[in-house]
């Protein structure tokens, strides 16, 4: 199993996309198509199957209307970071 899969940090900043998708009211067909990819992507992340790269992290929180930034961010005071 990848180490990325049970990193505490992972985690964090995944719940941090999930938020900021859900605080604007957007689903994860919403979002998936914003990127332009296809809904099992953003599915894929967001249990924690699929990895996310760098530049996919930006897409997304650019697709949700927040900065990478504000998403890094939150995961500082989350409880698993």
Partial sequence: MP????????????????RAR???GM???????????PPSFVAKVETIERNL????LVEWADAVGVSAVEVLAAIET???A
């Fill in 53 to 56: 790269s760098a530049f996919e």
């Fill in 27 to 37: 689903t994860q067909r919403d979002v998936a198509t914003k990127m332009g990819k």
């Fill in 3 to 18: 180490a990325w899969v049970s990193s505490p940090i992972h985690r964090a900043i995944v719940e941090s996309l999930i």
């Fill in 22 to 24: 859900k605080a604007v």
């Fill in 78 to 80: 989350s409880p698993q």
